[in-house]
């Protein structure tokens, strides 16, 4: 199958620790995103990336760091200095971005808690 | 500033009656227009885009929307709707090229309810 897999699905974080969420995809795509979705607001950008070893912050970056070093995976830890890192991530996944009508896929998503 | 409204948080239909789930949108540049789904605790589905020409797209799920460019609209719609297409809709736009062409500016969602 084809697809985007995130895991775990349920992860808890104590205070002061830092945790890290896996984004994996075979769709053979360039381009990676990590979005947080909180109740009754839209999806917000955290980071993406077109290539490998290559990433930018989208726009509430702070408080989270990911790598790309292979095609397929894209890691999201969530450091202790995010105060208030409680949500639903979500990463996704598209061609390279050129003419502005790429669609992007999502994975199933990872719950985020705190102890 | 780009923007995206979903001006009702939660729609309520009777199963078999049409549905209609409302985005409105701001932009500088051309939009690219997409429909999403989430059902409970699930990643989002695509359903499907406008990027140019017939104004009038068809998705997956027999879901269709309709672009209206003087209304700056993109309202999602189904002919008759099922219990099972109870779930989150997310609506969003990429504002190309004025915008960073990377970016999907998201709507808050709108929660649909069919009731039996």
């Known amino acids: 199958d084809g697809g985007i897999t995130q895991s775990p699905k349920y992860l808890f974080r104590k205070e002061g620790q830092n945790v890290t969420l896996s984004c994996e995809q075979n769709l053979n795509h360039d381009a990676m995103y990590w979005y947080r979705q909180d109740p009754g607001q839209g999806l917000r950008l955290i980071y993406y990336s077109q290539i490998v070893n290559d990433f930018q912050k989208g726009d509430i970056a702070e408080g989270y760091s990911v790598s790309r070093e292979k095609k397929e995976s894209f890691p999201l830890t969530v450091t202790s200095a995010q105060k208030n890192p409680t949500a639903f991530y979500l990463c996704?996944?598209?061609?390279?971005?050129?003419?502005?009508?790429?669609?992007?896929?999502f994975g199933p998503g990872t719950r985020l808690l705190v102890l | 500033a780009q923007s995206v409204a979903q001006p009702e948080d939660q729609v309520n239909v009777a199963e078999g009656n049409p549905l209609t789930v409302k985005c409105t949108y701001s932009v500088s540049g051309n939009p690219y227009l997409f429909w999403y789904v989430q059902y409970p605790n699930r990643g989002l589905q695509f359903l499907l885009k406008?990027?140019?020409?017939d104004n009038l797209v068809k998705g997956s799920y027999g879901f269709e929307a309709e672009f209206n460019k003087s209304q700056t609209s993109f309202h999602l719609k189904k002919p008759s709707a099922l219990v099972s297409d109870s779930a989150l809709y997310f609506c969003?736009?990429?504002?190309?090229?004025?915008?960073?062409?990377?970016?999907?500016?998201w709507g808050a969602g709108t929660k649909l309810i069919i009731k039996p």
């Open positions: 969003a736009v990429r504002d190309y090229p004025s915008y960073s062409n990377y970016q999907l500016i």
């Open positions: 406008y990027i140019t020409g």
């Open positions: 996704a996944s598209s061609i390279v971005p050129t003419g502005g009508e790429e669609t992007q896929y």
